[in-house]
């Protein structure tokens, strides 16, 4: 359970709130009843004061009453004026007996002492006689509490009058239990009286507290009082009391008070009852509100927390899961809208991922899709033990149609091709895929190699057949490399790797279906080394320059020459350009080759020029440098370095070259061309390029390849080829050149034709170029 859940947050809250409510009404209410109870405690204390100072003069007077009647006593007053000393103090005996007085006495009118009931108490109250006798004297009785030996009495005195004064009599009576007694008949209050010593410690006299209380009472209190005071809280034992003390008698060595004391705890017991009930009601009170807010908390949260769990399971991809909130209040709406939002989510992420694993075009899935595909028939066959292959198609020519017949064309073939593959597939469950360009392929889950290779070739058949597109056909082969787990690859990325590598194969072979082996790799690495081997060969200069003879065919005369890269090889000897140009084609470096083969064409010019030699220079050039905006610039400054002008080259240009990227061919040639250079159109008749857009390149030259020139005076087919090509080209205004001449009757026969120049090896193998001049003499030297 969380801390700080909402739940938790709001029964917290709920809870905190009542009781801090209770909580201060509980103290506010102790507090009041606390003052009030004191209140009134001191009140009581005030009216019980009164009620004890009353009764101590109630007793006095009482006092006061026996002492007179007894003054007026005839045998007494007969005793005093006979002097009849025992008589005297048998009276004084018998009357103070009869009214409780400890002590009575005669007292003559000098103050002295004349006889005492008790001599003893007489003897420590003799003080006290002079003191009360002017007051009596003047009001005809006087009172007063002495203190003797420790202890309180109450002492009056009154004049024996006959009818003048003749003496006074004296009666005192202790200040003790009989008044506590009747004081606590009065009230409920507890009393004590207390007397000081000498050295000011209280001693209680008579206290209707326990024992131990009374002591500890003594022990507590100041040493003095002068007048009546309050002390608001006095423990004694285990009762709290409020006390007043109220002083009685002083004398110079003693104090005599009392105390009257209530107890607090007492006064506030039937208050405190009703707290307690108090608390009792809020202790029930709190926890039925934990209950309503553990309930209520629970109504709020329960459906929150649901809607939480819902988000947490939408955010792993569950659209499953139900929202069961049937509240009609504001949560209900709130979860309502969720699941909406989760629908519209559901909904959105579908439509996403369709675009994200899907290619629009084909309605094939894509790449990404196709690896997942992969790797899941991976996870199969390792199950099973079996095993997968993929299979990838690359198209030919695909860029080329798409150039030349458009994007929306291009388009429509990709969706014929997609068509195709599905319709070879068949309803087999494997799946076809389109992984970008013009590049698609085929999983191929639990199945064989035979499987693969059986459905590779139907697909390769299905390629091969002319697509028409809106009355144009089309002729579309591709390349297809198989790979398959486990022989050829461990995961999904290796096996695709190698699935592409063995199609790279299988374009470059022109050769079908290529089945993924190690060697494949190899050789792409024999490549990489091929190409450091290249740079190193172009530094060291290992490439030269040979060339090969044009004849005029009607003269007879050498009019040009066609430049041929060799390569010497320091370990492998003479390399030929079939064995490399491919390859710097493919990697680029062919336009580091054409520059070398330009620079040493023109300075081979140069040297021409100097003896007197004027040939034309065939120069071969490739598609991609002729995707380099850059070569008429680069060839211009070559022509400058040699002082060479661009009217003795012609460059030789294959119409697939052409047709690779035929926009930017046009731009390029265009350059080339407005420069002074001819162009002649290489490999003739092996190309499918139209001859209307031919008609529209800057061309000077048509060069009939070579395997339709080698055997024409056998193959009627290749000569009538030969001779509707040459004129052709005679038609379009260009001058047509056959390669390939290896006897006499093909050279006859090319100039029977019309065929404007020869070239082959009947006439010269290619030659070092500066083995020329010296063929040359020899030539002219035989034809002459
Ligand atoms: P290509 O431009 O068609 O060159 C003509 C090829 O035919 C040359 O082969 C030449 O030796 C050969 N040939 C000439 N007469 C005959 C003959 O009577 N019978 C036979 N069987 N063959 C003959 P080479 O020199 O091996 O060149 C092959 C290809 O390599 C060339 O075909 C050309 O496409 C390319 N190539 C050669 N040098 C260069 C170059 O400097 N730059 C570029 N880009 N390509 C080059
Ligand atoms: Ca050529
Ligand atoms: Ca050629």
């Known amino acids: 359970m969380r801390l700080h859940s909402l739940e938790n947050r709001v029964i917290v809250l709920f809870i905190g709130l009542l009781l801090s409510v209770q909580l201060v009404a509980y103290f506010v209410i102790g507090n009041a009843i606390d003052i009030n109870a004191r209140t009134a ?121 006959a009818p003048v004064t003749i003496s006074w009599v004296a009666m005192a009576i202790p200040i003790g239990k009989t008044i506590v007694d009747d004081m606590q008949q009065l009230s409920l209050m507890q009393i004590s009286l207390l007397t000081s010593d000498s050295q000011g410690h209280w001693q209680a006299n008579v206290s209707t507290l326990p024992a131990s209380a009374a002591a500890s009472l003594a022990n507590l209190l100041p040493t ?21 003390v109220l002083p009685l008698a002083r004398n110079d060595t003693a104090s005599t008070i009392a105390v009257l004391q209530l107890s607090v705890s007492q ?60 509240q009609k209040d504001e949560i209900g709406d709130l979860a309502r809208s969720f699941a909406k939002m989760r629908d519209a989510i559901a909904l959105r992420e579908q439509q996403i991922s369709r675009l994200a694993y899907h290619d629009t075009l084909t309605d094939l899935p894509n790449r990404a899709r196709f690896a997942d595909m992969v790797g899941q028939a991976i996870e199969q066959a390792k199950a099973s033990g079996g095993s997968c292959f993929v299979l990838m198609i690359d198209l030919d020519r695909f860029k080329h149609v798409n150039d030349v017949m458009g994007h929306r064309f291009g388009d429509l073939l990709l969706r014929q091709v997609a068509l195709r593959l599905r319709t070879e597939i068949g309803l087999s469950g494997q799946a076809p895929a389109r992984l970008g360009g013009d590049e698609f392929a085929i999983l191929l889950s639990e199945a064989t190699l035979a499987d693969a290779v059986g459905l590779a070739e139907r697909v390769l058949q299905a390629l091969e057949q002319a697509i028409s597109i809106e009355d144009q056909t089309v002729d579309i082969g591709a390349g297809l490399g198989i790979a398959g787990f486990p022989a050829h690859a461990g995961d999904t990325e290796m096996l695709l790797g190698h699935a592409e590598v063995a199609m790279y194969v299988a374009k470059q072979s022109k050769n079908g279906a290529v089945i993924y082996a190690p060697e494949i790799d190899k050789s792409s690495q024999q490549s990489l080394s091929l190409l450091t081997e290249m740079r190193i060969a172009l530094e060291q ?26 390569w010497r090889h320091p370990q492998r000897g003479m390399i030929f350009p079939d064995q490399f140009i491919p390859f710097a084609e493919q990697t680029g470096f062919i336009r580091q080759l054409t520059h070398w083969v330009m620079q040493a064409a023109a300075r081979t010019c140069h040297a021409w020029d100097a003896a007197g030699l004027q040939f034309k220079m065939s120069v071969n050039i490739s598609t991609r440098d002729l995707l380099d905006q850059e070569l008429p610039n680069k060839f211009a400054a070559i022509l400058l370095e040699h002082q060479v002008a661009a009217s003795a080259f012609c460059l030789e240009i294959t119409e697939s070259a052409i047709m690779d990227d035929p926009v930017r061919a046009h ?19 092996t190309g499918y390029s139209s001859l209307a857009y031919l008609k529209s390149l800057p061309v000077d030259e048509l060069k009939i390849d ?46 029977n034709l019309g065929c404007d120049q020869g070239q082959g090896y009947y006439i010269s193998r290619p030659m070092p170029a500066e083995d020329f001049p010296a063929w040359l003499q020899q030539w002219q030297a035989r034809s002459i």
């Open 41 to 161: 405690i001191e009140e009581d204390l005030k009216i019980n004061e009164k009620i004890f100072t009353r009764l101590i003069e109630q007793n006095a007077q009482k006092l006061i009453q026996g002492a007179n009647l007894l003054a007026k006593d005839f045998g007494f007053r007969d005793a005093i004026g006979s002097h009849d000393t025992e008589t005297i103090i048998s009276s004084l005996q018998n009357h103070g007996q009869r009214i409780g007085a400890d002590l009575s006495m005669l007292v003559g009118l000098d103050g002295k002492i004349l006889a005492a009931s008790s001599p003893d108490l007489a003897a420590g109250l003799q003080a006290s006689v002079s003191q009360l006798m002017p007051s009596a004297n003047a009001t005809g009785s006087a009172s007063r509490i002495e203190i003797v030996d420790g202890k309180p009495y109450q002492m009056v005195m009154v004049p024996i009058a």
């Open 224 to 244: 003095s009082f002068t007048h009546a005071q309050l002390i608001a809280d006095l423990q004694l034992d285990d009762n709290l009391y409020s006390a007043r």
């Open 267 to 326: 006064a506030v017991a039937p208050y405190k009852q009703l707290q307690r009930n108090l608390l009792l009601l809020s202790v029930i009170g709190s926890l039925l509100a934990i209950v309503v807010s553990v309930i209520t908390a629970r109504r709020i949260t329960g459906p929150v927390r649901q809607l939480a769990e819902t988000a947490r399971r939408l955010g792993i991809g569950d659209y499953q899961v139900a929202i069961g909130v049937l």
């Open 541 to 566: 200069n290992h490439f030269l320059l040979y060339l090969q003879p044009k004849l005029a065919l009607d003269s007879g005369a050498v009019v040009a020459v066609e430049a041929l890269v060799r």
């Open 667 to 685: 731009q390029t040639l265009d350059k080339l061309h407005a420069m002074g250079m001819q162009l002649s159109i290489d490999d003739f008749g």
């Open 706 to 751: 070579k395997s339709f020139v080698l055997k024409m005076e056998q193959d009627i087919d290749d000569s009538k080829i030969v001779k509707s090509t040459i004129d052709l080209g005679h038609n379009m205004g260009l001058r047509v050149v056959a390669e390939g001449i290896e006897n006499l009757e093909v050279m006859q026969l090319l100039k």
